[in-house]
């Protein structure tokens, strides 16, 4: 084996073959201290980066800050829909609360004149399951949604997203409170093509 190859890494061979998200309404504290976030994000943000042009940022929602944001995005859901039922409104009313810690990634992409933007969508899409993967090795659980208010502009206003960003998800983090089983995956006789030998 030549000094420069990559070792065989048999404990990230494990995880990913165990790899699972975790609902999170089935979250609870604690969460990740603020040097364990600022951890999370540094491993996060070792991304794919066409240009190195970091077309993502992070805003962190913790503490109590998550519960008057749920409620004013309930407020917007309840005036969209006034007839909404007594459950849903408390849906509504937890959307930030359900983990201890929720981070959005933004998408900054942008037209540029050498960088396809859709590379740099992409680009923060790695973000997210970076981000998912590093709660993860730090011994929190994760899971990465968007819900409507990922792409409602009267929300971006709430969450702190500028003009032309866009929301590539929530990943919300905390200690589960169980351990899910596995869930179906594709064959890959299904979606795996070899083009050569």
């Known amino acids: 084996m030549h000094e420069e190859d990559m070792p065989v890494n048999a404990a990230l061979k494990s995880y990913l073959e165990t ?18 976030i600022e951890e999370i994000l540094a491993l996060a943000s070792r991304v794919p980066d066409h240009g190195k042009l970091a077309p993502w940022r992070f805003i962190v929602y913790a503490g109590d800050v998550r519960e008057r944001m ?5 407020g917007i859901a309840m005036a969209r829909k006034p007839d909404m039922a007594d459950d ?6 937890s959307r930030l609360t359900r983990a201890p810690v929720v981070i959005a990634v933004v998408s900054r992409a942008a037209p540029h004149v050498k960088i396809p933007e859709w590379e740099q969508v992409m680009s923060a899409g790695a973000v997210c399951l970076n981000l998912v ?20 502009e ?10 032309g960003e866009k929301v590539a998800g929530f990943i919300h983090i905390g200690t589960p ?3 899910p089983g596995e869930r179906p995956r594709p064959a890959l006789a299904d979606i795996v093509t070899f083009a050569g030998e």
């Open 19 to 36: 790899r699972r998200s975790i609902p999170a309404f089935q979250m609870s504290e604690p969460g990740p201290s603020r040097g364990e």
């Open 70 to 74: 749920s409620l004013e995005l309930a």
């Open 88 to 93: 849903m409104i408390a849906v509504e009313k």
């Open 133 to 152: 993967m590093a709660a993860n090795a730090l011994g929190y659980a994760s899971n990465w949604l968007t819900e409507w208010f990922a792409f409602d």
């Open 154 to 163: 009267d929300a971006y206003g709430v969450l702190g997203i500028a003009d």
């Open 177 to 179: 409170k169980m351990h």
